[in-house]
């Protein structure tokens, strides 16, 4: 089966920019879940669809932090205005199901200067 | 609210040998517990898991052992190689629930 696509693989922004992120999961997953990886830190999650409904964005910073994931299918993730603090590797991952295994995406690597 | 823990946070063991990385998760009510082993600069991948209502699984070289009474399940790597080097995660969920809660990651060093 084909993987979890994520685009673009880097992104380079300045501070107070905006950015974007996609995310294509892995055909017939009804989750979808966008992580952010901070260097030598495990995932943290940001927030988790069901279909096209969010189930949980708790950790998601709402201030300047949005997600999407019309017609339940494929997502975005994005981040206006950024601060430096949220250069990252941002993760998409999917599964059959809510608390199943995960087949992640090769990531976003964003870096805010 | 829920937490899994894990520990060590390094590991360095000699090729060949084994290694253990153990998990602790507050959630009695957990039942599907999956590791993921990610290389640098790359993707987490799942490379076993284990549901509640067995205690051991084994595939090749790994094992996964719980013990629901204690609410600790471990991650266990025989005859261990170089290419085993990498941080490995352990995760607690309740399938069907929604939320999978990771432990922090052990970097495990496997020296030549």
């Known amino acids: 089966e084909a993987g979890v696509a994520q685009s673009p693989r880097y992104k380079i922004i300045e501070k107070r920019q905006s950015v974007a992120f996609w995310c294509n999961p892995i055909?017939?997953?009804?989750?979808l879940y966008w992580y952010q990886q901070i260097l030598g830190q495990g995932p943290k999650l940001l927030i988790q669809?069901?279909?096209?409904?969010?189930?949980?964005d708790s950790q998601l910073p709402k201030d300047r932090f949005s997600a999407e994931r019309l017609k339940g299918v494929d997502s975005t993730l994005k981040i206006q205005p950024a601060k430096l603090e949220d250069s990252a590797v941002y993760l998409c991952?999917?599964?059959?199901?809510?608390?199943?295994?995960?087949?992640f995406g090769s990531g976003t690597r964003l870096t805010v200067v | 609210g829920e937490n899994v823990e894990q520990h060590p946070s390094t590991l360095s063991v000699q090729e060949g040998d084994s290694a253990v990385i153990k998990c602790t998760y507050s959630?009695?009510?957990?039942?599907?517990f999956p590791w993921y082993k990610q290389e640098l600069g790359k993707r987490p991948q799942l490379i076993i898991d284990i549901r509640s209502n067995v205690g051991e699984k084994k595939d090749q070289r790994i094992a996964v052992t719980l013990n629901k009474t204690a609410k600790h399940f471990s991650l266990h790597i025989t005859e261990t190689q170089p290419e085993d080097s990498a941080v490995y995660f352990c995760a607690a969920s309740r399938v069907g629930g929604f939320k999978t809660i990771f432990g922090a990651g052990t970097r495990l060093f496997v020296k030549a």
């Open positions: 669809f069901q279909n096209n409904g969010v189930v949980d």
């Open positions: 055909s017939g997953h009804a989750t």
């Open positions: 991952a999917s599964s059959r199901g809510q608390g199943e295994g995960y087949t």
């Open positions: 959630d009695s009510a957990s039942n599907y």
